[in-house]
């Protein structure tokens, strides 16, 4: 099925072509006045140029080809050369009546559908995830389910951090807590125990503990240094220690991002690409790629154009340790090895955006990639507390995204609680409307920018929020419960008059597939957010201005209801790309 824009753009662009102008100029977009029209065309303002006609000269032939066209009930040249078009709500109708029928509601599958590898959440085991996890997990998980949708090969990957001096510190650490345990003592030929020496709660204290120890007392980072060192080449007791702490904070992670309707598709670790590293060096190294600069491998990446310094990236230390980059540059390797994707993006706090830009360089300078694949930042904006500064708790402490979730949660629950229902299904709906309040709150900012978090804001049941998209998802749901027995399925459009109402919320719906398209050619969730709450808007504006359920002319009422199902629909598929969901009431 045709998405609507293509339709109303091919018409103008015959018009154009049977005028004598180039096709292409017929191309229309959303109007920027839905005040005068709902598309418009500014073609003829750039054919003027070539023609060297006056705009609206061009604007008004077209505009006089078109005056027949039964699609548009307004098609109108404007200075200084637009041309605004309004569609016949007739065939809105119709449209919206097709594609309630078809299926993705008129989305067509992607053209050429892509390989994509989404790098995301980022989380470092042994560590709680913190707010800081918050945004790369729920704009990855979004990107992803849109880029899904679109009809692409999506592979989300957890890239947990799992090999970095986090975990010397741990074990050096325990050394010190714990110096009786067979992982320490070097003639321990035997089979190591199969119960972790610690659980998550005692890693969750050590590695901050450690970490602020090492700050002060050089001998103990250098311990730390040394023993992610032994570990990275085989230790076989700080092997079996590792083996554990992955063991016990999968558990933990798994646990805490599937409170978040967050599924990775791959549990990716930093050490899986560590066999790939000996053979990329060589191959940079041989390639002459790869030279010494004050005892460190490096590889030049800046370029002429460039108007900021770019420095090298550091493949290996002085000391031979790989790095960070080491990794990302490996973890190239084996995707491209084991997917071989036309794309990898990175959902990363946009700080990163100066590193990443030295590893893409590398990555195609050193050719771990094709010419073709893409790869693409997608860098994010801090979350920022009330006083415009990075979110803390109010000891000034980095806050636990359990606490944070709970936090919204219980917001809503004390909105909630004196609901006429059982307290057991208060506290499950709280759950699922805080999730989307913290969700859309995040989701509808675009996601470069920085944004504050708000609970009073977001967990608001009116404006522009997750609670209230959701609100209204409960009162259609509640509509189509009232009416005795299933109906069928959306009619077909008698010949009737439509009101102003009806008819924003027909165009809203016909924009479906164009919006998805556009979030995922954008990598923009917010794109989708300002959709749902656009088609909650017009939904409600009719809903208050109808009624829907008394009305006497039953084809009208039969097309409502089916507008009505639609509409549910459309607003379960996005909040689905979206990752968050509805109750039945609320
Ligand atoms: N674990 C990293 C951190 O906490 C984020 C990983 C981002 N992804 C990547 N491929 N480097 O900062």
């Known amino acids: 099925m045709k998405k609507i824009i293509t339709i109303i753009s091919e018409k103008v662009s015959q018009a154009f072509a049977a005028c004598g102008y180039d096709a292409a100029y017929g191309a229309v977009s959303v109007s920027n006045r839905p005040d005068l029209c709902q598309y418009q065309c500014n073609g003829a303002l750039t054919a003027a140029k070539q023609f060297h006609k006056a705009p609206i000269v061009i604007a008004e032939e077209i505009a006089a080809a078109l005056s027949g066209e039964d699609l548009f009930s307004l098609c109108e040249a404007v200075k200084p050369g637009f041309i605004n078009i309004s569609l016949n709500t007739a065939f809105l109708a119709r449209y919206v009546y097709e594609m309630s029928r ?69 074990i050096t650490e325990l050394r010190v807590r714990q110096p009786e345990l067979p992982y320490f003592d070097e003639s321990f030929a035997g089979e190591y125990p199969k119960e972790p020496p610690f659980t998550m709660s005692d890693l969750e204290e050590i590695y901050p503990y450690a970490s602020e120890y090492s700050k002060t007392h050089e001998d103990y980072k250098e311990a730390a240094r040394h023993a992610t060192y032994l570990l990275q080449n085989g230790h ?44 990329m060096i060589q191959k940079m190294k041989d390639e002459g790629h790869a030279h010494i600069s004050e005892g460190a491998l490096v590889v030049d990446v800046k370029e002429e154009s460039d108007t900021k310094e770019i420095p090298p990236c550091m493949i290996l230390k002085s000391d031979g340790a790989t790095l960070y980059n080491t990794t990302d540059l490996a973890t190239i390797v084996e995707r491209m090895k084991l997917f071989s994707p036309n794309q990898i993006i990175y959902v990363v706090d946009k700080r990163q955006s100066l590193y990443f830009e030295q590893i893409f360089r590398c990555a195609r300078k050193t050719h771990l990639v094709n010419e073709d694949t893409k790869l693409t930042f997608l860098g994010f904006g801090t979350m920022n507390g009330r006083d415009g500064k990075p979110f803390k708790t109010r000891d000034g402490g980095v806050m636990r995204l359990e606490q944070l979730v709970q936090s919204i949660v219980d917001e809503v629950y004390e909105k909630m609680k004196d609901r006429d229902m059982p307290e057991e299904e208060i506290r499950r709906v709280a759950g699922q409307v805080g999730l989307a309040a913290l969700k859309y709150g995040d989701l509808s900012n675009q996601a470069s920018k920085d944004y504050i978090f708000d609970v009073e804001r977001f967990t608001s049941f009116e404006g522009n929020t997750g609670p209230y998209i959701l609100y209204t998802m409960v009162r259609i749901k509640s509509i189509l419960g009232r009416l005795d027995g299933a109906e069928a399925s959306m009619p077909e459009p008698s010949k009737r008059s439509y009101g102003t109402e009806e008819t924003n919320w027909l165009l809203t719906l016909s924009r479906f597939a164009d919006t998805v398209e556009r979030a995922a050619a954008e990598l923009a969730p917010h794109k989708l957010c300002q959709y749902i709450y656009e088609l909650a808007n017009v939904f409600n504006s009719f809903y208050h201005g109808n009624k829907i359920l008394t009305e006497a002319d039953e084809a009208k009422k039969a097309e409502w209801i089916g507008l009505l199902q639609t509409t549910l629909a459309v607003l379960q598929t996005c909040i689905d790309l979206l990752a968050f969901e509805a109750p039945d009431r609320m």
């Open 102 to 170: 078809s299926e993705k509601f008129g989305m067509e599958p992607a053209g050429e559908p892509q390989t994509i590898v989404v790098d995301y959440g980022g989380p470092n085991v042994a560590k709680a995830l913190h707010v800081g996890h918050l945004r790369p997990a729920i704009i990855g998980e979004a990107v992803k389910r849109i880029l899904r949708y679109a009809g692409n090969e999506v592979i989300g990957d957890a890239h947990l951090g799992d090999w970095g001096l986090q975990i010397g510190l741990i």
């Open 236 to 279: 076989r007791g700080y092997r079996a220690l590792w083996e554990h702490i992955m063991t016990v904070s999968m558990n933990d992670l798994k646990k805490n991002y599937k409170k978040l309707n967050v599924e990775f598709d791959l549990w990716k670790k930093e050490s899986d690409a560590q066999p790939y590293i000996p053979e």
